[in-house]
């Protein structure tokens, strides 16, 4: 049998026993963090979540000039990423419309009733209604989006109903002089909120996670802003998502390694070059990074 | 017949697609009536202490659930209900346990705690029959109950708290074993399978 794994909290002075720096966080704190290593365990695992982007109940690929390939069905899809090793799934509603009609929630429905993973809805989430809808269709946590701006009340709202493990708070950041700031509908529009003071505001009215993308000049979201994911690891005391929309897996363990994110969303398989997730994550780990594998 | 407590709290639909998968018989009762006829009970949870103990107290099920003869199971929220207090609304519980759930620090471990953490089973358990030792399970919670005489699995996120109680026929896990992937079904399977076993 194995040994006990017990993380020690070691005062700031003992960390001469580290391997590495402290991070900025565990410096905030005045404290590091560390495992024991008996018996090879860990604590708590960096997440790889699967992405499906669903329209019309099909799981689809949108590739460039807005050209969408059907890539199968979500339930289908769901359960081979799960029998993969997937540690969550998210299930992204890419329609333009944010009406969610009841074919939607039957999918979900059909989705929940296949994996035994927890499975996080998001797209065009606006209303109470919709959130409670989707949690009793199945799903374990909503992603509520770039509206958030326009009516940061809803997640005030919904946090005593649904408590804040269930709800995801998706924050898009373009860098700006020293910072970030709030970026909405990918790109179209910008805000003049400090990014960082958003992510606060949001997990002080009860966001449970942080999804982070970063928008650059351009516009695009291809890739991770590792400052910002780092930065808001550091301030933000809820878990972070890192969405870079990209399936290089070297991409996605800076994301992890060096941005310190929590986790990382893993495109749809078409994005991933053939890489299943199951490599995905024995990538990760060969990384040094604890993965459930 | 499992029967699955409906109080208005989330998770009924998870703990009820998990059972399906794994073939278990299982109902969802929210009355003392549809719930003695089980012989199993398994209490979800996913919300708030305060609003949970309200809802029992208004359905009639405190002292029902606090006198069970047949196994119990409690899942997040529904295992730290089975303890004396909850700090989170400063909450008094079901009394089945000693101790009291407290939020978990901050300055450990980022709250809530979400994500794949390893559960060390600290001696042989009919309920972590088949499965590895640590394993991993899905956890989801902002609170905690400190690791006292009824623990029976530790986890450890820069503190350690009791992933497991068990106390007579009483069972409480703060992970969710109904996201926590095949071993999280096959904990569930051992569930089903003791509470078939056993002699109402």
């Known amino acids: 049998m194995p040994g006990f794994s017990f993380s020690r909290i070691l005062p700031n002075y003992a960390n001469h026993y580290l391997d590495r720096p402290l991070s900025q966080r565990e410096r905030a704190f005045g404290i590091a963090i560390t495992e024991t290593r008996l018996g090879g365990a860990v604590m708590l695992t960096r997440r790889i979540i699967a992405c499906l982007e669903v329209l019309d109940g099909r799981v689809v690929n949108k590739t460039q000039f807005d050209n969408v390939a059907d890539v199968g069905d979500p339930a289908e899809l769901s359960a081979i990423y799960s029998g993969e090793g997937a540690d969550e799934l998210m299930l992204l509603d890419v329609s333009v419309s944010n009406e969610k009609w009841p074919p939607f929630f039957e999918m979900v429905e059909r989705v929940a009733k296949r994996v035994a993973i927890p499975l996080s809805v998001g797209g065009g989430i606006l209303t109470i209604d919709d959130i409670m809808r989707l949690l009793s269709s199945g799903a374990d946590k909503v992603l509520l989006n770039s509206m958030l701006v326009e009516e940061p009340l809803l997640f005030a709202r919904a946090a005593p109903r649904v408590g804040p493990d269930a709800l995801v708070a998706a924050v898009e950041g373009r860098r700006q002089g020293d910072g970030w700031v709030v970026d909405v509908k990918s790109g179209t529009e910008v805000t003049e909120l400090d990014a960082i003071e958003w992510a606060k505001t949001v997990t002080d009215c009860g966001a449970g996670e942080l999804l982070v993308t970063s928008v650059n000049r351009e516009g695009t979201n291809n890739g991770f802003d590792l400052d910002l994911l780092r930065e808001l690891t550091w301030r933000v005391n809820v878990p972070v998502i890192a969405s870079g929309n990209t399936g290089n897996k070297e991409e996605m363990a800076d994301a992890l390694k060096i941005g310190e994110a929590d986790a990382v969303l893993a495109p749809s398989a078409s994005h991933l070059n053939g890489l299943s997730i199951r490599e995905l994550k024995q990538f990760v780990a060969s990384k040094g990074l604890p993965v459930r594998l | ?200």
């Not at chain 2, 208005?8 to 794994?22: H, W």
């Not at chain 2, 953490?117 to 042989?124: A, F, G, I, K, R």
């Not at chain 2, 972590?128 to 399970?137: D, I, Q, R």
């Open chain 2, 1 to 200: 017949m499992i029967g699955i407590v409906d109080y208005e709290m989330g998770g009924i639909a998870s703990v009820s697609n998990a059972l399906s998968q794994i073939g278990a018989d299982f109902t969802v009762g929210r009355t003392r009536t549809e719930l003695s006829k089980c012989d199993g009970i398994i209490l979800p949870g996913i919300g708030a202490a305060p609003g949970a103990m309200t809802s029992l107290h208004d359905q009639g099920l405190t002292t029902f659930l606090s006198s069970l003869k047949t196994p119990f199971l409690g899942v997040c929220l529904g295992m730290q209900l089975l303890h004396t207090f909850s700090e989170e609304g400063d909450t008094t519980c079901l009394k089945v346990l000693p101790g009291t759930v407290k939020r978990m620090n901050h300055a450990v471990c980022k709250v809530p705690h979400i994500g794949w953490n390893e559960v060390q089973v600290l001696s042989n358990h009919p309920l972590f029959e088949g499965l590895k030792n640590p394993a991993y399970f899905y956890f989801s919670h902002s609170y905690a109950a400190p690791v006292g005489p009824a623990t029976t699995a530790v986890s450890d996120c820069g503190v350690r708290f009791a992933s497991a109680v068990s106390k007579d026929r009483y069972f409480g896990v703060q992970f969710h074993p109904e996201k926590s992937g095949d071993a999280g079904l096959q904990f569930l399977k051992n569930f089903a399978k003791l509470c078939k076993s056993l002699p109402r």
